[in-house]
């Protein structure tokens, strides 16, 4: 889709993501359903990419994470002390996982200042 084939743009994560925390993603009961589905403490979060960055920190992390090739996405809800915030990054770097938890530390030490 549109030359990008995992399909999946900043834009639409971000525009997805703030929809879902919005209750607006198709209905306010369907948005509850997908939260739930990404808070689920059955399946723990891989401890990749944001998690890896965030998860020490002591805050609930809502995330869809993805890699296809040398492409590497995150995208989350972090919410925590003095924080709410939405966090997408992709990046098309053969050291994309590392950059992402270097990202989402900055992000966060800025965020939650």
Same mark, same amino acid.
């Given at each position: ?6 399909? &999946?743009?900043? !834009?639409?994560?971000l +525009? ?18 997908? +939260?739930?589905?990404?808070?689920? =403490?059955?399946? =723990? ?7 890896? &960055?965030? &998860?020490? +920190?002591?805050?609930?992390?809502? !995330?869809?994470w993805?890699t %296809?090739?040398? %492409? ?10 003095? +924080?709410?915030?939405?966090?997408? &990054?992709?990046?098309? *770097?053969? *050291? ?18």
């Amino acid at each position: 889709i549109a030359d990008n084939s995992h399909a &999946a743009t900043v !834009r639409q994560l971000l +525009r997805f993501f703030l929809l879902l925390e919005q209750g607006k993603l198709i209905s306010p009961a369907a948005s509850q359903t997908m +939260r739930e589905l990404f808070a689920s =403490p059955d399946i =723990p979060h891989d401890d990749i990419k944001f998690v890896k &960055a965030l &998860a020490p +920190r002591g805050v609930q992390i809502l !995330r869809k994470w993805g890699t %296809w090739e040398k %492409w590497f996405h995150d995208a989350a809800i972090v919410t925590g002390p003095n +924080r709410h915030y939405i966090l997408v &990054a992709m990046t098309h *770097n053969k *050291n994309g996982d590392d950059y992402l938890v270097s990202l989402a530390e900055a992000v966060d030490d800025f965020l939650s200042k």
